[in-house]
């Protein structure tokens, strides 16, 4: 890789803050516990989930998280039971159900 390639890359990884750990999405059945750590060492991207463009917080209602996450499970053999991530997380994590 060339000097300049290089620096520029350090540059635009260093300009980024680091994700949080974990992201608490509420939710009716019960908050969703997304642990940015877990997916970062499966090595998904960022724009797997943030899509093109800045990377910032995800917008997510019932539906977008339901095609974009469990889409994204479904593909890649992760859990897609509702307890999955809602009644397991929610025991774990001690986020409150609604």
């Known amino acids: 890789m060339p000097a300049t390639a290089l620096l520029l890359l350090t540059l635009v990884a260093g300009a980024l803050p680091p994700p949080p750990a974990k992201v608490v999405i509420p939710a009716k059945l019960g908050d969703v516990v997304f642990q ?6 499966r090595r998904e991207t960022c724009r797997a989930c943030h899509g093109a463009g800045p990377i910032g917080k995800v917008p997510l209602g019932k539906d977008r998280a339901h095609a974009l996450c469990t889409g994204c499970h479904k593909e890649k053999s992760g859990p897609t039971a509702c307890s999955s991530c809602h009644a397991i997380h929610r025991a774990e994590e001690g986020g409150t159900g609604r």
């Open 36 to 41: 940015h750590d877990r997916h970062l060492s």
